[in-house]
């Protein structure tokens, strides 16, 4: 009976590590919903320069987290270059501002269009942080069409974004330059989300992990270990910022944990426990609580969805895992993303399930 248990354990164990195993390459599937067609990349393998072993070591990091511990999850929004009017703005406002509820499960936050910045912080009032979506750190000049730190924090922000992948690639904003940001942001008294994330040439290298890593070390520079308490990360794999494709919460996951494995290097384990990492790049109402219920994703920067009351408010009012029907919803949350090979993550749910149950019993024996 013995011999017949380890052969079973072993078979479920064999077959989930190699359905599950972040570093294959597999197939990239499309998802269709009723309200949007979001392709899911399992592509995970991370980066060229880190050990096999990384995975494991980076998910230990903050891996016991509860989702309302010591990271409370950031919803927020980036309006980028929209709505097109003031009028526009406000409706949008105040469908948001209506969404956020007494249960919302996180902090919300939304980045607006400088001309909107006041109207949208008087119609949300303490309900959503209102941010800026850039930040010159020239604080004062002939720097035509500049924005300073100073000027938004005068007027009540004290959120900015800072190398977001469009600033970087479209106006070409260097790793120095965006440092330069974060630390007059911290200089100020504010406070910054630092966005960082590999193009789809990089992915396909396997290059993510090591991107993030020096995106991360170099906009960072500067900022000491007491700051560390006005900063968030958001991890945006550029390949899938309005592209309709979305990285498998496993994938993210991944990347979230290493990112987190360099904040301990960097600051500490405590420090690298209580920063909040984002995931940004097609967030929707459908793939929402499938990322958010990974231990090492803290929250979402949403683009496109943010610019529907409706889309937006179900991202602000995710599921929060460990809920009654979570299995059951888990299952058919995944039920229609085919992995490796034809074979389901619902299987996968079964096998895992399935070799718990059997150690458990073997445990008995």
Not at 161 to 179: C, F, P, Q, V, W
Not at 201 to 218: F, M, P, R, T
Not at 237 to 253: D, S
């Amino acid at each position: 009976m013995k011999f017949s248990l380890f052969s079973v354990l072993g078979l479920a164990i064999g077959t989930s590590a190699f359905v599950s195993n972040p570093t294959q390459k597999l197939v990239s599937t499309t998802t269709t919903s009723t309200s949007t067609t979001t392709t899911s990349i399992t592509t995970a393998s991370i980066t060229s320069s880190t050990p096999s072993s990384t995975v494991a070591t980076a998910g230990a990091i903050g891996s016991s987290t509860q989702l309302f511990g010591k990271r409370k999850p950031f919803i927020t929004g980036n309006w980028k270059l929209n709505p097109a009017t003031k009028a526009e703005a406000i409706s949008l406002a105040q469908d948001i501002a209506a969404s956020v509820q007494a249960d919302s499960p996180g902090d919300v936050g939304l980045f607006v269009p400088f001309p909107f910045i006041e109207t949208v912080m008087k119609i949300c009032g303490d309900k959503v942080t209102v941010g800026a979506e850039m930040v010159t750190p020239e604080m004062k000049g002939a720097f035509t069409g500049g924005i300073s730190p100073s000027m938004l924090k005068s007027i009540g922000v004290q959120w900015a974004l800072a190398g977001h992948s469009e600033r970087r690639t479209i106006n070409k904003e260097s790793d120095e330059y965006i440092n330069a940001q974060c630390v007059k942001l911290i200089e100020n008294g504010m406070s910054v989300i630092l966005c960082i994330g590999e193009t789809i040439d990089e992915y396909e290298l396997n290059l993510a992990g090591a991107i993030c890593e020096v995106q991360l070390k170099k906009g960072l520079s500067g900022i000491s270990k007491e700051d560390m308490s006005r900063v968030a990360i958001a991890y945006e794999p550029v390949w899938a910022i309005g592209t309709g494709k979305v990285a498998t919460p496993e994938f993210a996951q991944t990347v979230h944990a290493q990112i987190r494995e360099t904040l301990a290097e960097m600051y500490g384990k405590d420090i690298a426990d209580t920063t909040r990492i984002l995931y940004g790049g097609s967030v929707s109402p459908d793939s929402v609580d499938g990322l958010l219920a990974k231990p090492d994703i803290d929250g979402a920067l949403v683009g496109g969805a943010s610019l529907s009351g409706e889309s937006f408010g179900r991202i602000i009012n995710f599921k929060v895992s460990g809920s009654s029907n979570d299995e059951d919803s888990d299952e058919e949350h995944v039920a229609s993303e085919t992995s490796v090979n034809g074979q389901t993550k619902k299987d996968t749910g079964k096998l895992g399930r399935l070799k718990s149950k059997l150690k458990s019993v073997f445990a008995k024996k």
